[in-house]
């Protein structure tokens, strides 16, 4: 974990630093009256110094454990693929409706992560996006995007 | 008398066909989701909280409650069945309850979890109901000061207790303050670190942070690894435990009943923590400490018993103080303040109907679990059966409309998945969500009476530390955060959390 911890100390220190301008730039105010900025000076100050206190030790560690092994034997392509598709779904949303985009994202989900049969893949993604249709929008009442088709 | 009186206002809430319903909805939700790897409460509750926009205050909170101490109970079945913890607080029942059932014994195991937990459940609630009230009177004289400090010390008991290191925890409690302060200033109506977006006005959402930490990380680090479940396949023959396991048990659940619910009270201990201790009290008070981990009935009932009674002793801090003192208690306050309502000591003079509600309705749940548990096991374990490959695109499904449906905003599904990512990352370089969450509902509570407390003392410090309740939570929370630098309170600290 050493590499690890100096790669998120350093991540840690710099948004510690970024609160601490932050907070000047909002106003510390005086003591009896304390301005927006405040808190967000102070506890930057103190991210900073855990920050600072985590990338110390680490250095002060012997152990030589990369970045790498923190993802040893871990399908670390799998986890990326997954976001990937979950940002396209949000973007592709609002213009595509919930019906569609759903069905969509549920049947490339079933058939590329863990590829499942063209039958479980199909009948899965309809019967799933319908089921969350019928609950949420219609028995819920949950607001969901119609998107260009007018179907949501 | 006053207990009967408000005990008997309590029940004609609950008892309404609606609440019951609600009650009803969230038990079974909370089992499911228990028995469920993958998805815990915190994100099951985020995922229902919008629905309880359209019905009563009192349905809602009812439902909300009712899931996560639901999700006690079902997390039992996973980990005794498959040896995979259905959420958290399950961990420690793996340990015996798996082994159980591998001696052909699941039965019992399983019958001991639902009668420890509702035991345990049902003595939280008798506490709650003596505790709540005296406590609620105590808090009226809580000026900002003592908020201000009592939160503090909160923060400084869940970054104690927090598994591994203490600075990588405080690291994210500031992380998770800062966050809460985003948005326009209640105060001075500036906005904070908002970089232009209209979106952000607002604050950052507590349910696509929660979502995203909780939900979509644990998705993404399931999906990295291989789950190999092994379903117990032979019959589970009676799930009544003999007098023997009777007789085994029941110091175990008086035990983790007690344990449970006084660190379910404590900010920051919570279900997880009060198993994992319970666990250690039973091993170290057992006659024979070598059955532990083959299969001792008494290492089921006694972390079962104090899961479910931290999860009574949580509402203690949530309804007397309004200051929740974990997570899910945090999304309930989110609840209440969506209802237009305050916990703290006056909830219960201005609003008894509710809160004598609320109680009562988790006695009725607590019976509907027994009910729900015992006999459809069965049921349960056909649910285990369904491939994760099939089960997380269903969850991240419902992570997006839970989500989406609180401000159809497609920003906060954007902010969800982002939260995902850092949880993820979290996770793999060894910090908590926790600690972030919490601090992130506190922040705001904790700068406006910090900001209030400067204002009425004229900028004086000592006004910390001349107020008696003050100064004791102050001192308490240096006292924690500077511990580990004793190297005996170090070398305690560590063991608990290698136990862990």
């Known amino acids: 974990m050493r590499n690890g911890d100096i790669l998120s100390g350093a991540v840690l220190a710099a948004l510690g630093v970024f609160f601490i301008v932050e907070g ?84 490339v989900l079933f058939k590329t992560v863990e590829p499942q049969s063209w039958r479980v893949a199909l009948i899965g993604s309809a019967a799933s996006t319908a089921a969350a249709w019928l609950l949420f929008a219609k028995a819920l009442g949950t607001q969901l995007p119609a998107g260009a088709f007018g179907l949501g | 008398m006053d207990i009967v009186a408000n005990l008997a206002l309590g029940l004609s809430v609950a008892l309404q066909p609606i609440n019951l319903l609600y009650c009803f909805i969230g038990v079974f939700i909370g089992t499911l989701i228990g028995v469920l790897p993958g998805i815990g409460p915190v994100a099951a509750m985020s995922l ?14 009812i439902m909300l409650a009712g899931i996560y101490y639901g999700s006690m109970y079902g997390g039992s079945t ?41 035991i345990a459940g049902t003595l939280a609630i008798v506490g709650l109901m003596f505790l709540a009230p005296s406590l609620a009177r105590f808090a009226v004289k809580f000026g900002p000061a003592e908020y201000f400090s009592l939160m503090v010390l909160g923060l400084s008991i869940l970054v104690y207790l927090s598994h591994g290191s203490i600075i990588k925890a405080l690291a994210m ?28 006005l607002d604050g950052l959402g507590l349910v696509p942070l929660v979502m995203g930490l909780f939900g979509i990380a644990e998705i ?19 799930l009544l435990p003999t007098k023997e396991d009777w007789k085994e048990s029941a110091a175990p659940i008086a035990r ?87 916990p703290g000591p006056l909830l219960m003079v201005q609003k008894p109907d509710l ?28 649910v285990l059966r369904v491939p994760y490959a099939i089960l997380f695109p269903l969850i991240l499904l419902f992570c997006v409309i839970g989500v989406y449906s609180v401000s159809n905003s497609i920003f906060d599904v954007y902010l969800m998945i982002g939260f995902g990512v850092v ?73 608990v959390a290698k136990e862990e």
């Open chain 2, 173 to 200: 409690a500031a992380v998770g303050l800062v966050f809460g302060l985003i948005g326009i200033d209640s105060i001075n109506a500036m906005p904070r670190l908002t970089f232009g977006k209209l979106e952000l």
């Open chain 2, 48 to 61: 229902l909280l919008p629905v309880t926009f359209n019905i009563t205050p009192e349905a809602a909170i």
């Open chain 2, 256 to 342: 983790g009943s007690l344990l449970g619910f006084l660190l379910g009270i404590l900010p920051g201990g919570g279900a997880v923590l009060s198993s994992f201790i319970s666990y250690a009290v039973e091993k170290r008070m057992a006659k024979r400490p070598e059955t532990f981990g083959k299969g001792a009935i008494a290492g089921v009932a006694g972390p079962e018993a104090a899961n479910n009674a931290a999860a009574g002793g949580g509402f203690i801090p949530l309804m007397t103080l309004g200051i929740p003192p974990n997570v899910v208690m945090a999304l309930l306050l989110g609840a209440f303040i969506v209802h237009g309502l305050q």
């Open chain 1, 24 to 107: 000047q730039d909002l106003g510390l105010g005086r003591i009896s009256n304390p301005g927006s900025g405040f808190m967000i000076f102070w506890v930057g100050w103190i991210l900073t110094a855990m920050a600072s206190a985590i990338v110390v030790a680490a250095l002060r560690r012997s152990d030589n454990s990369t970045l790498r092994a923190l993802w040893a034997g871990a399908n670390w392509r799998k986890v990326g693929y997954v976001v990937l598709i979950m940002a396209i779904y949000a973007w592709a949303l609002p213009g595509l409706g919930f019906i569609a985009a759903t069905l969509v994202l549920l049947l």
């Open chain 2, 423 to 495: 949880g993820y990352l979290m996770k793999k370089f060894g910090f908590e969500p926790a600690p972030l969450v919490l601090a992130f509902v506190l922040g705001p509570l904790l700068e406006n009476n910090l900001r209030k407390a400067l204002i009425l003392s004229q900028g004086d410090f000592a006004t910390f530390a001349l107020r008696p309740i003050s100064a004791t939570c102050l001192v308490i929370a240096a006292l924690l955060l500077l511990s580990p630098l004793l190297p005996k309170l170090r070398a305690q600290r560590e063991a």
């Open chain 2, 78 to 118: 996973t980990a005794i069945l498959v040896n995979i913890p259905g959420e958290a607080a399950s961990v420690v029942t793996c340990l015996d309850g798996h082994q159980m059932a591998k001696r052909g014994r699941a039965g019992p195991a399983l019958g001991i979890a639902a009668f420890g937990s509702f």
């Open chain 2, 355 to 382: 809160f004598w509600g609320i109680v009562a309705s988790m006695y009725i749940g607590n019976i509907m679990l027994l009910v729900l548990n015992l006999p459809l096991i069965g049921m349960w374990v056909q």
């Open chain 2, 220 to 238: 993404l680090i399931n999906l990295e690894q291989k789950i190999a479940r092994e379903i117990f396949d032979t019959r589970l023959g009676s």
